[in-house]
């Protein structure tokens, strides 16, 4: 499939879906433009990610005057977990994705569980950031994206050891230290402009 066919029907894909997806050169972009969109007085959640992390976004929100509920703010545990709980109910939510299928699916793979619900329901605008690196031709393939490499590198990332870290791949593990608790795919939005994919012409994360 050329360049400009796999756009155009990832595009297509995702509208039928109402879905919204906006392309941009760079990440840097992707900031400016979420700066843009969110009122400084708005609360906003922010899904852990590695590419969001490199984009200093919840410095930037913060800076600005955002309440953020971002995990990593928190101090003790008490204080993550009630971040994680107050992130389901703010008015934004920023998310990367581990996988967005070129058929028009989001799949997330998730420890806890907090960011699959917050993407899922609750806040009113849904922001998902990914690197063209995310996107896989077809549903099965992001799935095994999910799993394969995501699941193993987040472990690694976060300092978990599951046997995937050393596999390289996923093999259905029972470990204690399994991070894999919940997989999500979003199949669409039942509200239309809910939900926009916004894509960098550059890979991150994982
Ligand atoms: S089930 Fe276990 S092996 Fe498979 S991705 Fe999750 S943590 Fe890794």
Known sequence: MSDNFRVKALEDNFAKRNINV?????????????????????????????????????T????????????????????VREIKRGSLLTDYYI????AVSIDGRIVNIDHSGNRVAAIAYGPDKVYIVVGKNKITETYEEAMKRARNISAP?????????????????????NSPERVCYA???IEGQHVKNRLTLLIANEDEGF
């Open 183 to 185: 997989v999500s795919t």
């Open 60 to 79: 930037a929100l913060c800076d600005v005057g955002n309440k953020v509920f971002d995990k990593t703010l928190g101090k003790t545990p008490e204080e």
């Open 22 to 58: 906006l392309w941009f050169n760079s990440f840097q972009e992707i900031k400016k433009y979420i700066l843009a969109q969110i009122p400084n007085t708005a609360t906003v959640g922010i899904g852990n990610s590695k590419t969001l992390k490199s984009m200093e976004l919840t």
């Open 95 to 98: 998310s990367s994705s581990n």
């Open 153 to 173: 590198l987040n472990a690694k990332r976060a300092g978990f050891n599951p046997p995937c870290v050393f596999a390289g791949y996923c093999v259905d593990c």
